[in-house]
């Protein structure tokens, strides 16, 4: 799905609930921390590999017992080290990275049941989640107690530095329980798709001139860390797969402040 796509479906969805005008309205407040995941070049094959952690916090527009509308700020961490590989190339390979992770989204909630807090009867429902937003993210690697900016270095010999703001697409699943008045505890998982394949600022192919740093006694090679200097110009230095995706599993509380009466924009 295009990300054009995804915003006009939003629209509609915004728009059918405009022209509801007889739904309960209720803001909600929530906070959530948990894990945070990454599936890319240097952890191929494993969707629901936990390497940081996440926190952020939410403001949400309930337009009925079923849907509503959030604007949601997450903070992760993830990191990646292939000297952890259970894959003999990959620990050759030898490439690191540790990324913070700042998303800004838009997120549109669907319960699946009669939810109590949005004028429905059951206190229980799973749900689910997706939308659109910004990422912005800073990949690192540490040498000897210092930190690299890789995304301002070219490790892949780009023209170019690449972006670090990128669109990204937010989709999930969680269970909501409301268990006193106007709080509710809820649990979540969900997975990230940006538009962009650096999150661990490995992509393409070795250039023909790597990225040394440190001293001439001691110098680094940021892209080709491997002890045997296996990294050749023009070999694949990533996979073939076209981004990266990360995901934030979290727990959290929310406070409604319900509202009797009807809403319209």
């Known amino acids: 799905m295009t990300l054009n796509k995804l915003l006009i479906i939003i629209l509609i969805i915004l728009f059918d609930v405009q022209l509801s005008n007889a739904q309960v309205a209720s803001w909600e407040l929530g906070v ?12 191929q094959n494993n969707p629901l590999k936990i390497s940081g952690f996440n926190g952020g916090a939410y ?31 990959f620990r050759e390979r030898n490439l690191a990275f540790k990324t913070s992770l700042n998303e800004f ?3 549109i909630d669907f319960n699946f049941f009669d939810f109590k807090l ?21 990949p690192t690697a540490q040498y000897d107690g210092n930190t690299y900016r890789l995304d301002r ?4 010999g780009q023209e170019n530095a690449y ?28 997975y990230r798709t940006p538009l ?17 740093v440190g001293s001439s006694s001691n110098p680094i090679n940021l892209t080709d860390p491997s002890i045997n200097q296996i ?24 406070f409604t402040f319900v509202s009797s009466k009807c809403y319209s924009f």
């Open 105 to 107: 989204s838009a997120l």
């Open 163 to 190: 972006s670090n703001v990128v669109v990204t697409i937010p989709y999930g699943v969680g269970l909501r329980y409301n268990y006193k008045n106007a709080w509710s505890v809820f649990t979540e998982i969900g």
């Open 32 to 43: 959530h921390a948990g894990g945070a995941g990454y599936l890319g070049d240097l952890n």
């Open 196 to 212: 962009t394949d650096y999150i661990d600022d490995v992509s393409g192919t070795y250039p023909v001139n790597p990225v040394i």
């Open 118 to 138: 949005g004028g429905g009867t059951r206190r229980f429902t799973p749900y689910l989640f997706m939308g659109a937003g910004a990422l912005l993210f800073k």
């Open 153 to 156: 270095l070219n490790t892949e």
């Open 231 to 254: 990294g050749k110009s023009g070999m694949q230095r990533g996979d073939f797969r076209k981004r990266d995706t990360y995901l934030f599993v979290s727990v959290g509380i929310s």
């Open 59 to 89: 403001v949400k527009r309930n337009f009925n017992q079923y849907l509503g509308v959030r604007l949601n700020y997450t903070y992760g961490q993830i990191q990646g080290k292939d000297s952890q590989s259970s894959n003999e190339q």
